[in-house]
Structure formats: C-alpha cells, structure tokens
C-alpha cells in the first residue's frame, strides 16, 4: 500500500487526460498529474513519487521531492499566517504545510525559520507540521553510545550552546566551549557522541573523541604537509575559524594532532608554523633533518 507523506514505487494503472493513474493499493488510484509525468517514460515503468494531499483534500502523486517527509524534523520557513488555521511553511511543493495553531510553541510570523515535525493527522489524513517538538522525540527506544558518528539538526542556541536533533530521534547539546565557529539554527551537521547522560539526553560534539579522532589528523595534516612543500602557516597559535576551514575540527582536536606529530619527531615548529621532519632514517641521539620538497623532473 502507497504510504502518504512518503516516498513510493507504484506502477502505472492507466492514463488519462489530467495524467496518469498509479496502484495505491489499498488507498486506491492515485493521480500523477501531466506537468509531473516524465519525458523518458516507458512502457512497464514504475514511478518513484512522493504522494500527498492537494489543496480539495485529493490523493495525488509529485516526482518533487520536499525538504521534509512524515516522520521527520526540518526548518521550515513561514510563508504566510491564516487567523484561522495557523501558519503555512515553505517545504518545496506547490501546496504549503500548515502548522495548526494547536501545534505551535509561540507565535510565528512570515519571514521567521520554524524547526517543526512531519506527521499524518489521524483524523483528516491531512499531512501537518508540529513545532511542539518534545512531543516527537524520544519516542524511539534506541540506544546510543559514545562516540557514535550521528547527524545533526541544530535547533536553537542556548546560554550553554547549542541544542541538536540527533538521527530524528532526540536531543542533544553541542557546548560553546567545544564549537570552532558559531552555528545556525536548521543547520545540518555530522557530529559525534560525547557523553550519553541517565535521562537519555546526549552530549555531542563535532569531532571523534579519543584516538578515533586523532588518528586520521594526524595523517591529514602530514598530507597537507607534503602537498605544500613541507611546511604550513599552522600551529598551536592559529584561530580556530582557520584551523576549522582547513582540516574540518576544532583547535583542541588540531593542537592534540600536533603534540602527537611532535612527539613521533614527524614534524617541528617553525613559528608561524611547522614543517614536515624526514624521520625514515632517524637513530637515536640524532636529530630529524626537515623534508626536502621534491624536485619536478
């Protein structure tokens, strides 16, 4: 059966006037209008296509893909507000999502960025969004665990930083004294599991803790090294926005890299920056010599 507010496969019934007609399966035939139909179709085709509610309450079907889906979290911008009804947001198709206003968590007006959840009401079958977000989060009953890769929607900056949906499921917290540059609200990240407290809230942060993180640093950096003659204009002095836009963490994770190229005699200081030492011939007593940049033939 064609799931409404999803993603689905569906093949073609039968084609008509206003376009064609695909199995819904239990939720019978549902329209692909004409604007929508694709230039290379082909006899005995499936199509992939997001199906909806229109504007008179119809099932219809979109090859459009909107920026949020039933069962998911997004930003959504505020495009118009009903007295009536609540607010429409803007999430990529023709007809705007309503936020009823029995789901909004403070008034909103045009212009203003929501982070809202997807769901189907039960008893219209209308697909609306809810700002009320606790509502929706935590329901799961996955486990997490330190250091795990997730991703992140930043939501809202906070005197302590900056609290995050974790995989549309929970909350987190990015801390300001972990966070290279300043983040913004309906921002998309890759993170990283620090701590996983007894209420199920979790710490995050946007680096790997531990080896895990400093490892493939460390090789990154020797990279660099190698690529730009055997020295860079990094070094424990560097501001944090630089070291972010050129090796993607933040200056805790760089300086710890550093130290642990320092200590394995890989590379020196040479203020402002380091160089790449040759260390394939070192014996103890006697010290690294600095890399020699090839020479093109």
């Given at each position: 059966m064609a799931l409404i507010g999803r993603r689905n496969t569906l093949s073609i019934?039968?084609?008509?006037?206003?376009?064609?007609?695909?199995?819904?399966?239990?939720?019978?035939?549902?329209?692909?209008?004409?604007?929508?139909?694709?230039?290379n179709l082909k006899p005995g085709d499936r199509l992939d296509v997001f199906v909806y509610l229109d504007s008179e309450d119809r099932l219809v079907a979109t090859t459009e893909t909107p920026k949020v889906m039933v069962g998911e979290f997004a930003c959504l911008k505020v495009i118009s507000v009903n007295s009536r009804v609540g607010a429409f947001l803007d999430w990529g198709l023709g007809k705007d999502l309503l936020l009823p206003?029995?789901?909004?968590?403070?008034?909103?007006?045009?212009?203003?960025?929501?982070?809202?959840?997807?769901?189907?009401?039960?008893?219209?079958?209308r697909i609306v969004a809810s700002?009320?977000?606790?509502?929706?989060?935590?329901?799961?009953e996955t486990t997490y665990a330190e250091r795990q890769?997730?991703?992140?929607?930043?939501?809202?900056?906070?005197?302590l930083?900056?609290?995050?949906?974790?995989?549309?499921?929970?909350?987190?917290?990015?801390?300001?004294?972990?966070?290279?540059?300043?983040?913004?609200?309906?921002?998309?990240?890759?993170?990283?599991?620090?701590?996983?407290?007894p209420n199920g809230k979790l710490d995050l942060s946007l680096d790997a803790a531990g080896y895990k993180r400093i490892?493939?640093?460390?090789?990154?950096?020797?990279?660099?090294?190698e690529q730009n003659g055997g020295q860079l204009a990094f070094d424990d002095n560097s501001?944090?926005?630089?070291?972010?836009?050129?090796?993607?963490?933040?200056?805790?994770?760089?300086?710890?890299?550093?130290?642990?190229l320092y200590k394995a005699r890989r590379i020196r200081f040479e203020p402002p920056g380091i160089q790449l030492l040759d260390n394939s011939t070192f014996s103890p007593g006697v010290a690294p010599k600095p890399l020699q940049p090839k020479r093109s033939a």
């Amino acid at each position: 059966m064609a799931l409404i507010g999803r993603r689905n496969t569906l093949s073609i019934v039968r084609a008509a006037a206003p376009g064609l007609y695909l199995n819904g399966g239990e939720l019978g035939e549902i329209l692909l209008p004409g604007r929508y139909i694709p230039a290379n179709l082909k006899p005995g085709d499936r199509l992939d296509v997001f199906v909806y509610l229109d504007s008179e309450d119809r099932l219809v079907a979109t090859t459009e893909t909107p920026k949020v889906m039933v069962g998911e979290f997004a930003c959504l911008k505020v495009i118009s507000v009903n007295s009536r009804v609540g607010a429409f947001l803007d999430w990529g198709l023709g007809k705007d999502l309503l936020l009823p206003f029995r789901e909004h968590d403070g008034p909103v007006r045009p212009g203003q960025f929501v982070t809202v959840y997807v769901l189907l009401d039960a008893t219209s079958h209308r697909i609306v969004a809810s700002a009320r977000l606790h509502r929706h989060l935590g329901v799961s009953e996955t486990t997490y665990a330190e250091r795990q890769a997730v991703e992140l929607l930043i939501v809202s900056r906070t005197p302590l930083g900056y609290t995050a949906i974790v995989n549309n499921d929970r909350l987190g917290l990015l801390y300001h004294d972990k966070l290279a540059n300043p983040l913004t609200p309906g921002e998309r990240v890759k993170g990283f599991v620090r701590t996983v407290r007894p209420n199920g809230k979790l710490d995050l942060s946007l680096d790997a803790a531990g080896y895990k993180r400093i490892a493939p640093l460390r090789e990154q950096i020797v990279a660099a090294l190698e690529q730009n003659g055997g020295q860079l204009a990094f070094d424990d002095n560097s501001s944090p926005a630089a070291i972010r836009e050129k090796f993607a963490c933040s200056k805790n994770a760089f300086k710890l890299a550093l130290g642990a190229l320092y200590k394995a005699r890989r590379i020196r200081f040479e203020p402002p920056g380091i160089q790449l030492l040759d260390n394939s011939t070192f014996s103890p007593g006697v010290a690294p010599k600095p890399l020699q940049p090839k020479r093109s033939a």
